[in-house]
């Protein structure tokens, strides 16, 4: 989607006293600009695949994408 619609899509976690705080932005272009007028429908079902599915394997995150991830 990236090349298609300069999408972007991000987690953010705040820890505030005993409460955790999870955020999710997506970032696309309006479907007005293109002939695709599901485009946020779209969006928002990759945001819930993304939440509901994570890549799992050995009952945890893949630790080669873990660890890159945690890098930046």
């Known amino acids: 989607m990236y090349e298609l619609y300069d999408c972007t899509a991000y987690m953010n976690v705040n820890f505030t006293y005993k409460t955790v705080n999870c955020s999710f932005c997506f970032s696309t272009i309006n479907s ?21 599915n994570p890549l799992i394997e050995n009952n945890g995150f893949n630790i080669k994408n873990f660890k890159e991830e945690k890098k930046g």
Not at 32 to 52: A, G, V, W
Request: aromatic share 10%; net charge positive.
């Open 32 to 52: 007005k600009y293109t002939k695709n007028p599901n485009l946020f429908k779209d969006c928002i079902e990759l945001i819930k695949e993304m939440m509901l």
